[in-house]
């Protein structure tokens, strides 16, 4: 069973900081994996999707990693901004023509001014 | 181009009625996703249709809960004789088909509350 955990789970930091949110997974054999984010009472915005074939993904202020064989997901943020305060989820999609996608709880992010 | 819409954004429920969740996937799209996120938990697949067919319902509690995407019209998500324990946000997503597309893109959610 595929479980996601991500770590911390909140974060505070001093605007201009760059920051590393953390994600790993239990089974390696996965399509693909997206980073979320998520703001109080809202929905999700996708932000990067990463292929089970690709290394990184850049968007922007934006860079997310992936090691598959070690399970394992970074999303970097460069010269934070209070307007990135926000909740930041980690989602796997199984491969074997799964569809669905298996969350972690989430790393609540506070960019202070 | 209209996101992926969900209505209502907020439903209050007593204990016992029921409750219509809706989603209107994006234009285009013809595969829909629900999930939900209860209190300090993660989002949690539950089901996966394609139009007029359930393709997955793996994660879908197997009382009161159903789920539908007609030919025309919304995707519904019904659950019936509600219970203080669906308090939630329930959430829509969808993607267009074809092999190795596989975006998910995701509404605003509602949140069912009830008393």
């Known amino acids: 069973k595929q479980e996601v955990t991500q770590i911390p789970a909140a974060l505070s930091v001093p605007e201009g900081e760059n920051l590393v949110l953390n994600c790993s997974f239990t089974d390696s054999a996965i399509y693909n994996l997206q980073w979320f984010r998520q703001d109080p009472g809202k929905g999700l915005t996708s932000l990067l999707l990463?292929?089970?074939?690709?290394r990184e993904q850049t968007s922007g202020r934006l860079n997310a990693s992936l090691d598959k064989s070690s399970g394992r997901s970074t999303l970097y943020i460069a010269a934070s901004q209070p307007g990135d305060s926000a909740t930041y989820l980690c989602?796997?999609?199984?491969?074997?023509?799964?569809?669905?996608?298996?969350f972690g709880k989430g790393t609540k992010l506070t960019v202070n001014p | 181009n209209a996101g992926v819409m969900q209505n209502p954004r907020h439903l209050v429920r007593r204990r016992g009625q029921e409750a219509r969740l809706r989603c209107s996937p994006m234009k285009g799209h013809s595969h829909v996703y629900w999930y939900r996120q209860l209190p300090e938990e993660g989002l949690k697949f539950m089901v996966y249709l394609q139009k007029e067919n359930i393709i997955d319902e793996s994660g879908m509690p197997k009382e009161r809960f159903s789920a539908e995407f007609p030919k025309e019209g919304p995707s519904i998500l019904r659950i019936q004789q509600v219970v203080r324990g669906d308090s939630a946000a329930y959430f829509c997503a969808s993607s267009p088909a074809g092999v190795g597309y596989n975006e998910q893109f995701f509404g605003p959610g509602t949140r069912l509350t009830v008393l």
């Open positions: 990463i292929q089970s074939s690709q």
């Open positions: 989602a796997v999609r199984r491969g074997g023509g799964s569809e669905k996608l298996v």
